[in-house]
Every structure is written in structure tokens, then in C-alpha cells.
């Protein structure tokens, strides 16, 4: 059985601190990796993909993924309260061209 | 750019009737649209994938012949609950897979069958 594994949370951080969301997949040969942020109520929104090893960063986000170990992160700098909802990770596995596996999600919530 | 569209937003309806959801990209072209559904405090969890012009593939467990998917052109897919119960009340979510297999989502057809 394939996974993507998140921590549920809930976790919580104060505004302007940095938030730190940690994703692992089972499936060694993923290539591709996505953050979504759902709000409470609402449809997942894209954050960002990565697809290579390495940080990349867009604004006060930045994704990490570490093939090796099978980890992909998302940071978010500054914090706001306004980041408050579930960020779901997703990977597109191998042998799978198009749909894409997802986590349970992490509830975040930022502390004003 | 990327935008999808869901129509509609929310629908009440009887049990026994069938519910018709229409999903759009609006700025893109999309050969493929997935399907999902949501209940509260779940993940989601994907139904079928949709591909323009041939016949949809779906996840084990759920029914064809009640969830009815038709992609008749590369920008609209359209589910269909047919003979819907209380059961079938959830939060359907379809997306758009546009450029580097990115999944676009609509916003989302909140389904309330009394």
C-alpha cells in the first residue's frame, strides 16, 4: 500500500514564527510533490510543487524535499493567522501518470 | 491562470433524485479531471479520473452506475449522483490536471440529501 504520511496536528505556532510541515511517502520512485492549504469549509488551493531535491521558494513559503529519505517539508515564514488550515501534502507516484496520492493533512493553526 | 469552476455551489435535493455536477476549466485545457469526495474532518478521497473522450476510471468501492461521469470536452466533466441518499451527502470536489501534472481543484458542490 502506497502512503503519503502527515502528523495531523494539531499544531500550532505564534504569529510571526516560522511553521515547519513534514510529509513522508512510501513510494521511492515519486516524482513529484505538492503542498495544498484547505480552509475550513473550502476546496484545496495549490501552494506550491517541487519535483527536484533541494529547497525551493516561493514568498514566504519554501518546500524541501529530500528523495533519499523520502521527506518533503514546507516551511512558512512569518507566520499569519491567515495560514490557519490544513495543508495537504500530495505525490504523484511512479507508474501513476496522472493522480496523486494524499496525506491526511495538518492542521495548523497561528496564534495572534 | 488555472482556474476551475464548479456549478453548483451547494444543492439540497430529495432522496431518490439525481444530482448533476458540472466541473470547468476555465483559462485551460484539460484531457484529464478527477473527482473527489470529502466528509468532515476526512481527508479526500479520490472517486474516479475522467478522461475527455473515453470511458472514466474509478477507484475501487465506487459505484459506476451511481456516480455517473461523463468528459465530453476538454474543459467540462460532469458527475452525476443518480438516485441519491442520505448517505451520498458530502462535500464533491472535482479538479483539473493542467501543465507538470499539477491538479487544479474547483471549489467544491456541497451535496445535502434529505
Known amino acids: 500500500q502506497k502512503e503519503v504520511e502527515q502528523n495531523s496536528g494539531p499544531l500550532s505556532v505564534p504569529e510571526g514564527a516560522i511553521a515547519s510541515l513534514n510529509c513522508t511517502y512510501s513510494?521511492?520512485?515519486?516524482?513529484?510533490f505538492f503542498w495544498y492549504r484547505q480552509y475550513s469549509g473550502k476546496s484545496p488551493e495549490l501552494i506550491m510543487f517541487i519535483y527536484s531535491n533541494g529547497d525551493k521558494e516561493d514568498g514566504r513559503f519554501t518546500a524541501q524535499l529530500n528523495k533519499a529519505s523520502q521527506y518533503v517539508s514546507l516551511l512558512i515564514r512569518d507566520s499569519q493567522p491567515s495560514d490557519s488550515a490544513t495543508y495537504l501534502c500530495a505525490v504523484n507516484e511512479a507508474g501513476s501518470a496522472r493522480q496523486l496520492t494524499f496525506g491526511s493533512g495538518t492542521q495548523l493553526t497561528v496564534l495572534p | 491562470g488555472a482556474v476551475v469552476s464548479q456549478h453548483p455551489s451547494w444543492v439540497i435535493c430529495k432522496s431518490g433524485t439525481s444530482v448533476k455536477i458540472e466541473c470547468r476549466s476555465l483559462?485551460?485545457?484539460?484531457?484529464?479531471m478527477f473527482w473527489y469526495r470529502q466528509f468532515p474532518k476526512q481527508s479526500l478521497m479520490l472517486m474516479a479520473t475522467?478522461?475527455?473522450?473515453?470511458?472514466?476510471?474509478?477507484e475501487q468501492g465506487v459505484e459506476k452506475d451511481k456516480f455517473l461521469i461523463n468528459h465530453a470536452s476538454l474543459t467540462l466533466s460532469t458527475l452525476t449522483v443518480t438516485s441519491a441518499h442520505p448517505e451520498d451527502s458530502s462535500f464533491y470536489i472535482c479538479s483539473a490536471m493542467g501543465q507538470e501534472r499539477t491538479q487544479y481543484f474547483g471549489p467544491g458542490t456541497r451535496l445535502l440529501v434529505l
Open positions: 483559462d485551460f485545457q484539460a484531457t484529464t
Open positions: 475522467s478522461n475527455e473522450g473515453s470511458k472514466a476510471t474509478y
Open positions: 513510494d521511492r520512485g515519486s516524482q513529484s
